[in-house]
């Protein structure tokens, strides 16, 4: 899990892959939740603030680009 500081310092591609990996994560996650193979459920919370923080850098950034 990453927090906000480390994301502001990714450039914009490296924050997009990152956030690629971060839903493929989610997807096999919540695949595995439902054949019962998940012991710590709250990965899953984690990894969709996460996503969240990386969507609002990345939009932060895209936002910041086009006004500058």
């Given at each position: 899990m990453m927090n906000s500081k480390e994301i502001r310092e990714l450039a914009p591609a490296?924050?997009?892959t990152k956030l690629r990996e971060a839903r493929e994560q989610?997807?096999?996650l919540r695949l595995r939740k439902q054949t019962g193979q998940v012991e710590k459920t709250?990965?899953?919370r984690g990894l969709r603030k996460t996503i969240a923080r990386l969507?609002?850098?990345l939009t932060e950034k895209r936002v910041g680009a086009?006004?500058?």
């Open positions: 490296e924050i997009s989610l997807l096999q709250h990965e899953i969507e609002t850098v086009n006004a500058a």
